[in-house]
């Protein structure tokens, strides 16, 4: 089974550019997860898609970050502008249906200068 | 709402020692449970979960996890470390109903000593 798929894998820009990160998850999985982690600190939960829809952004900065995941199956996280304290790992993971395990990819780390 | 705390941010164990890494959960319900690891530049990979039942899980790579509901507890053990072992972990608790959502704890950097 092929797991999460992300890229790029590091990213480096200067603040105030723009960013996306691309997702793609486990085939069949119908959740797919946004995280933000930050150097010394655990994930934190961005935004959770079920389907093509969302169910919870309630932490997603929506001045500057989007995401969409028009097919239900892979995504885009998009950062305009970027500020600083955006410098973090961006991880995705995805799930089946109800209360199965995620399953993480490898992270895009993103420095802004 | 859940929270999840890991006591120790950095531990150190001499190689072939036992280990357990702490983690405190609050939920208003039993939680599922579930540990992670994290190598440097990797994702995230499941080490083990509990949902019901036996309250000791095992899981991958020799470890295991005990829940204690009297002490809101859900500690990773492995009775001898291997110098592979030397990563992130990291408790995470989900939420029973709802969107299933995942709080993660703010990690252990476990170092092995050769």
């Known amino acids: 089974e092929a797991g999460v798929a992300q890229s790029p894998r590091y990213k480096i820009i200067e603040k105030r550019q723009s960013v996306a990160f691309w997702c793609n998850p486990i085939?069949?999985?119908?959740?797919l997860y946004w995280y933000q982690q930050i150097l010394g600190q655990g994930p934190k939960l961005l935004i959770q898609f079920q389907n093509n829809g969302v169910v919870d952004d309630s932490q997603l900065p929506k001045d500057r970050f989007s995401a969409e995941r028009l097919k239900g199956v892979d995504s885009t996280l998009k950062i305009q502008p970027a500020k600083l304290e955006d410098s973090a790992v961006y991880l995705c993971a995805s799930s089946g249906q109800g209360h199965q395990p995620q399953h993480f990819g490898d992270g895009t780390r993103l420095s802004i200068l | 709402a859940q929270s999840v705390t890991q006591p120790d941010i950095h531990i150190t164990v001499s190689e072939g020692a036992s280990l357990e890494l702490r983690c405190n959960y609050s939920y208003g319900a039993t939680p599922y449970l579930f540990w992670y690891v994290q190598s440097p530049g990797q994702g995230l990979q499941l080490l083990l979960k509990y949902f019901s039942g036996d309250t000791l899980v095992q899981g991958i790579k020799g470890f295991e996890a005990e829940f204690k509901r009297s002490q809101s507890s859900f500690n990773l053990r492995k009775p001898s470390v291997h110098w592979s072992d030397a990563a992130e972990y990291f408790c995470a608790v989900g939420a029973t109903s709802g969107t299933y959502k995942y709080i993660f704890g703010t990690g252990t950097r476990l170092k092995v000593l050769a």
């Open positions: 085939s069949g999985h119908a959740t």
